[in-house]
T-cell receptor
Framework: ETGVTQSPTHLIKTRGQQVTLRCSSQSGHNTVSWYQQALGQGPQFIFQYYREEENGRGNFPPRFSGLQFPNYSSELNVNALELDDSALYLC????????????FGPGTRLLVL | GENVEQHPSTLSVQEGDSAVIKCTYSDSASNYFPWYKQELGKRPQLIIDIRSNVGEKKDQRIAVTLNKTAKHFSLHITETQPEDSAVYFCAARGGSNYKLTFGKGTLLTVNP
């Protein structure tokens, strides 16, 4: 087990609503990245947080936003949910001494109806 | 931006045979190439990685090779076992942040 945890495990929302997903990184890990994994696809990079600041962003609209807290945990917020936002949302944390290596959490499966 | 192509999309082998999955990448600046195994309903699990200053890396039955000139890297699994059945993803990291770009995955089935 990598020690990265996410909550909730599953979530059902309706179009237009807002959602907050949470991630606790493994002890000693100070970088958190978020990915969206659609069914049958590889994970797609949303953004990364380091020292509480966004450190790179993928091709996602501004309604996808995030936070990192002093304890290195992180949140992903999605506003104005669309049907296509239905996916598995994964966070990955990286240790201080090896920031390239990313260890994934179990994910939150979001269904937008 | 980076683009990673992965082949084949499905691979079926008999237990004990070898399996090879190949990936190509587009960004010549990419320098880190991990492989992840994802079982149904589970998290992607890092199984091996290679950096651009190394041509090959091995860990028991798993090996990865990297050809920087051709911009491709491969995963080799020897003596496959039924528990190797899963979806395998390759990824590449390039540029100034630590974004990973993933391939679309290979569903490996090892038949007993």
């Amino acid at each position: 087990e990598t020690g990265v945890t996410q909550s909730p495990t599953h979530l059902i929302k309706t179009r237009g609503q807002q959602v907050t997903l949470r991630c606790s990184s493994q002890s000693g890990h100070n970088t958190v990245s978020w990915y969206q994994q659609a069914l049958g696809q590889g994970p797609q990079f949303i953004f990364q947080y380091y020292r509480e600041e966004e450190n790179g962003r993928g091709n996602f609209p501004p309604r996808f936003s995030g936070l990192q807290f002093p304890n290195y945990s992180s949140e992903l917020n999605v506003n104005a949910l669309e049907l296509d936002d239905s996916a598995l949302y994964l966070c990955a944390s990286s240790p201080r001494q090896d920031v390239e290596t990313q260890y994934f959490g179990p994910g939150t499966r979001l269904l937008v109806l | 931006g980076e683009n990673v192509e992965q082949h084949p999309s499905t691979l079926s082998v008999q237990e004990g045979d070898s399996a090879v999955i190949k990936c190509t990448y587009s960004d010549s600046a990419s320098n880190y190439f991990p492989w992840y195994k994802q079982e149904l309903g589970k998290r992607p699990q890092l199984i091996i990685d290679i950096r651009s200053n190394v041509g090959e890396k091995k860990d028991q039955r798993i090996a990865v090779t990297l050809n920087k000139t051709a911009k491709h890297f491969s995963l080799h699994i020897t003596e496959t076992q039924p528990e190797d059945s899963a979806v395998y993803f390759c990824a590449a990291r390039g540029g100034s942040n630590y974004k990973l770009t993933f391939g679309k995955g290979t569903l490996l089935t090892v038949n007993p």
